[in-house]
């Protein structure tokens, strides 16, 4: 389930991962809660992710509530640009909290890491923050792709671990992110 304020990206990055493609200059705010599925697969088992689009617009907040509790990874989104986007993420992981089942998996995104000029929210920041509450995070672009890929397939990795009845070793969802993530110069690494 994709969360996180109106306009952080949430429909973009979605549509990036389904089509791989990017519509710019339109934004059409989602109209309560959507879905798209994807199979990927991951070391040579078919994962059928069934991804739901939230809106992030408040009048909406008590429609997506009641989807939280099936949900079995939660992506939270901020948009690198927007300061209010990223100080909303606190009462987003209150919601989180308060509505989703305690195992759930969930990763913490700064979103929109291709628009450097306007980037007012340090890629540290956000570090820091997923730090505090234990959570994996990178930086993405709906618009140019990256880490896009990496942030469903890291889920898919950890919830096949999860529901495998295989016994392998454990599939540990922080060290993986950080041996794939892309530190490119967009996403303020170099
Ligand atoms: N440059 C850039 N623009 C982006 C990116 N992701 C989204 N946008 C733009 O941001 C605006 C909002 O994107 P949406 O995907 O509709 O936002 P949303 O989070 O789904 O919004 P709600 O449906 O209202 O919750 C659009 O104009 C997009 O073109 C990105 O990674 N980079």
New binding site residues.
Partial sequence: MLL??????????LIQFKDGAF????????VGIDFRNKVVTVDGLKVNLQIW?????ERFRSVTHAYYRDAQALLL?YDITSKTSFDNIRAWLTEVHEFAHKDVVIMLLG??C??TGTRVIRTEDGESLAKEYGIPFME????TGINVELAFTAVARELKQRYSQQDEPKFQIHQYIESQKKKSGCCGYL
């Fill in positions: 996180g304020d109106s306009g952080v990206g949430k429909t973009c990055f519509l710019s200059g339109t934004f059409l705010a989602t689009d939230t809106a992030g617009q989104l979103n929109k291709d628009m993405t672009s709906a618009k």
